[in-house]
């Protein structure tokens, strides 16, 4: 599957918009389909932590391992990845100033070497486009409240 990328415009202060991306406590405050967290570190936030995600999928709900691998608070980036089932989930977020407010986008690659799973991926990626879109509408929305 090829890196999937969607953006938005946030008419909100980029420092804040970075701090509410990497404050995992709130994400089932900022992300629509985050059901909880689970911490599995002492630590809850920065680089290493690690936590348990319950998300909503369709009428059912699945649990999904992440770790906050890499942020840098100064250029506004931040990745989280999950292993899950024999792929990796590696989705990179930056957020940069523009005029007012700023820019976010948000990456997500899917790495595997099933074949079939790479082929299903890209069957998929309109699905996850799709929830990413969710996603980033849900954060520009609170941010900009």
Request: proline share 4%; glycine share 6%.
């Amino acid at each position: 599957m090829k890196p999937i990328t969607v953006s938005a415009t946030i008419a909100a202060d980029p420092d804040r918009v970075f701090a509410t991306i990497v404050d995992i406590e709130r994400l089932p405050e900022t992300s629509p389909d985050t059901q909880s967290v689970r911490f599995v570190t002492e630590q809850r936030s920065g680089p290493g932590t690690k936590f348990v995600e319950t998300r909503a999928m369709g009428k059912k709900s699945a649990e999904f391992a992440l770790e906050l691998a890499a942020m840098d608070a100064a250029a506004r980036t931040a990745r989280f990845v999950s292993d899950h089932e024999g792929t990796i989930w590696d989705t990179s977020m930056v957020v940069r100033p523009e005029g007012a407010g700023c820019h976010v986008s948000f990456t997500m690659d899917a790495i595997t070497d099933s074949k079939m799973k790479n082929f299903m991926f890209g069957l998929m990626s309109g699905m996850f486009r799709k929830g990413m879109t969710k996603q980033v509408v849900a954060l520009k929305e609170y941010c900009e409240r």
